[in-house]
C-alpha cells in the first residue's frame, strides 16, 4: 500500500476505536519530526487495551528487561504540554466521552485506580519527582513515548 501514501504521516484510526478525549497528535508529530536520531516511528495512542503495556511487559520478560525496557522511555519536549488540559486535573478528561450507565462509571473509576497503580503511573510519577520544579514551571504536563516491543492493533501514526 505504500504506492498510496503520498503523505509523510499516517494516522491510523481502526473503525472500532474512538477519541474519547483532546490527543496531541500535532504534538506527537512535531516530536517525530524533531527527533534527530530518529528514534520515534510509529506513536501509540494509549487506550484500555494497552493502558497496562509496561506491566504485561514486566510480567512477560521479568525484572532485568523491564530496567533496560525503563532507559528507553523517551521524554520529548514537545510533549511537554499543558498541564491544565492533560494534566492529572486537566480539562481533557472533563471532555471525555463519560459512559451513560451507572455500570459503566464504576468500571472507567476501577481502571482509573488500577492504573494509578501501574508500572507505567509510577514510572511517570518517579520521573516527574526526579524534575521537579523543572518540568512543571508554567503548569506543563510532560508525556511520555513508551516503546512498543509487542504489536497492539490500536490508533496510532506513523
Given at each position: ?125 518517579d520521573w516527574l519527582k526526579s524534575h521537579q520544579g523543572k518540568q512543571n514551571r508554567g503548569g506543563y504536563h510532560q508525556l511520555s513515548l513508551t516503546p512498543t516491543l509487542f504489536w497492539y492493533d490500536n490508533t496510532?501514526?506513523?
Amino acid at each position: 500500500l505504500y504506492h498510496c501514501v503520498d503523505t509523510p504521516y499516517v494516522c491510523v484510526i481502526q473503525h472500532d476505536r474512538t477519541f474519547m478525549r483532546p490527543t496531541p497528535v500535532k504534538e506527537v508529530v512535531t516530536a517525530m519530526e524533531n527527533d534527530s536520531e530518529q528514534r520515534i516511528k510509529y506513536v501509540g495512542v494509549n487506550m484500555r487495551s494497552n493502558l497496562m503495556y509496561y506491566d504485561i511487559f514486566s510480567g512477560k520478560y521479568g525484572k532485568r528487561a523491564v530496567d533496560e525496557f525503563k532507559t528507553m522511555i523517551l521524554y520529548p519536549e514537545e510533549l511537554r504540554v499543558g498541564g491544565s488540559v492533560y494534566g492529572p486535573k486537566g480539562t481533557s478528561v472533563e471532555k471525555m466521552t463519560m459512559p451513560r450507565t451507572e455500570k459503566r462509571r464504576k468500571i472507567l473509576e476501577a481502571l482509573k485506580e488500577t492504573y494509578r497503580g501501574s508500572h507505567q503511573y509510577m514510572t511517570y510519577d518517579d520521573w516527574l519527582k526526579s524534575h521537579q520544579g523543572k518540568q512543571n514551571r508554567g503548569g506543563y504536563h510532560q508525556l511520555s513515548l513508551t516503546p512498543t516491543l509487542f504489536w497492539y492493533d490500536n490508533t496510532h501514526v506513523v
